[in-house]
């Protein structure tokens, strides 16, 4: 998909993640997984600032998106719950931070959408300072095998209208980008993992 159409499809969703942002399923894992981040904070794809409740109030967040429309939402969000957050309009497989910038580097929900997700693991483990973090939360195919069979058939409708693929082998592509994963929850018929991993 080019990239004006994907942005133009999250555009369009920003009012939609912005009253999801209390969604209580989404947010039981979200406080668990924000709430052990430290230090210098780099969120890439932040959406409409879903995680923004959930951070310790002694981070610093450098958060990134391409929508400038879901910016717009995350912006408000910050300033309801908390202020410590600078924003960066930019596509994430173009940011260029210099490596070991911060203590935690987290992703939720947005390995789903990249043209190339390995690409940005590489640079987020870059990123991330040695000692560092790296947090996510990230949706793929279900461990289950009549749910991947349904996933498979429908992805290429949903990708085109949520901008989402929705069969990403998750773990396969930590351990292709060589990430080292500490802790590993899977939710939701095993579609939904959240990750605590070192670089
Ligand atoms: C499924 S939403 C998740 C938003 C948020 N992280 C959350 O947890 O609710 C995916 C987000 O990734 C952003 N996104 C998708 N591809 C991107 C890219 N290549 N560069 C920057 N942002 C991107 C979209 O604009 C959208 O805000």
Redesign the pocket.
Known sequence: ME?DK??RI?DKQAAQ?DK?REDPLQRKWREKLISTAEGKVL??????G??FPYYPASVSVTA????EA?LTKARRAASAYRSDVSFIC????ELAFEAHSFDTVI????M???PNPIKVLHNMRRWCKPGGRLLL?EHGISSKQAVSVIQKTLNPLLYRYT??HHTRDVMGMMHEAGITIEREERYWLGMVHLIWARP
């Open positions: 990239k994907q942005i999250f993640y999801r969120e890439v794809a932040v959406g409409a879903a995680n990134t998106d391409f929508s879901m930019s596509d994430t497989e992703s939720t929900l947005s789903c959408s990249y939360m901008g989402c």
